[in-house]
C-alpha cells in the first residue's frame, strides 16, 4: 500500500488488453481510480472492484492528480487528450502509457493546458507481465511526482526529457518485432529442410536467439499483429530501414491474422512457404 501522501486521485483511460490489468494493480495498490473506455462494457470489472466510472475523457479527468492513458495509436491519443485537456487542472500530470512515438508525444505536449505536466512511459511486456506488475516502463520527463504510480507497473528506466521515452520504445519495439518476424522465416527454412520441430525451436532457446525465440513462441501473450504492424510504422517513419519495411510487409500480409498475438506471425510465415 503507497504512503498516505502519495494517495493521488488517478485517472485512467484506455481499459484494453494492457489498460485494463493496469488499472486493476491502481486499485489494488489502494489509488482512488476513476476509469474510462470508449466501450463502456469493459469497465464493468473494474467498476466492481470500486474504481469510479466515467462517461467522458473530460469527466474522467476533472478532479485527477495524476492521469494516465493506454490507448491503440497516435490518433486515438490525440482524440481522447483534446477531449480531456480542457478539464485538466494545473499540477496534474499526465502519464502517456501508450506506444505512439516522439513526434506525437510532441503533439500531446503541445495540446495540455499551462501548468499541466506530461510524462511519456510506453512500456515493454505482454498482458501477463502487466498483471504481475513486471512490465519495463521506458520513462521520459520528471518523474519525481509520480515514481510511486510508476512502480506499480514495473521497473522503471529513466531515459531523459519528454519524449525520448517514446523514441526508445520504437527502437526496442521494431528491434522485438523484426526477430520474432525473422524466427517465423528460420521456421519455414526449417520446414523447407526437413528439420524436425523440436530440434530447431530447442536450439534457438539455448542459443543466441533464446530472447526472441521465448517472445516468437509464448504462451499467454497478446501483442495484436496490427498493433505491431502500427508501431514498426513509427519506426519507418523516422528513418530510413528496408528492413523493418520488409517486416511491415510481412504483418499486414494476413489481414485474417490482424487481431491475433505478433508470436503467431511464425504460423503464417510457416503456411505461405507451404502454399
Partial sequence: MPNVRYMNKIAFLGLGA???PMAQRLLAAGYPLTVWNR??????????????VAATPAEAVRDA???????ADPAAVLEVVSAMAPALRPGTTLIEASTIGPRAVEEVAGLLPEGVALVDSPVMGSVD???????????GGDISEVKPVLEVFGTITPCGATGSGAALKVVMISAVVAGVTVVGEAMALADRLGLPEDLVTG???????AG??????????????RLAAKDVALAIGEADLPVARAVHEQLIASPEAASEDLGQIVKYIRAGQHG
Avoid at 203 to 209: F, R, T, V
Fill in 18 to 20: 494492457m489498460g485494463a
Fill in 39 to 52: 466501450s463502456a462494457s469493459r469497465a464493468k470489472e473494474l467498476e466492481a472492484a470500486g474504481a469510479s
Fill in 65 to 71: 492528480d495524476i492521469v494516465v492513458t493506454m490507448l
Fill in 129 to 139: 507481465r502487466a498483471a504481475s506488475g513486471e512490465l519495463a516502463l521506458l520513462v
Fill in 203 to 209: 536450439a534457438m532457446a539455448n542459443g543466441p536467439l
Fill in 212 to 225: 526472441v525465440a521465448g517472445r516468437a513462441f509464448a504462451k499467454g501473450a497478446d501483442y495484436a499483429i
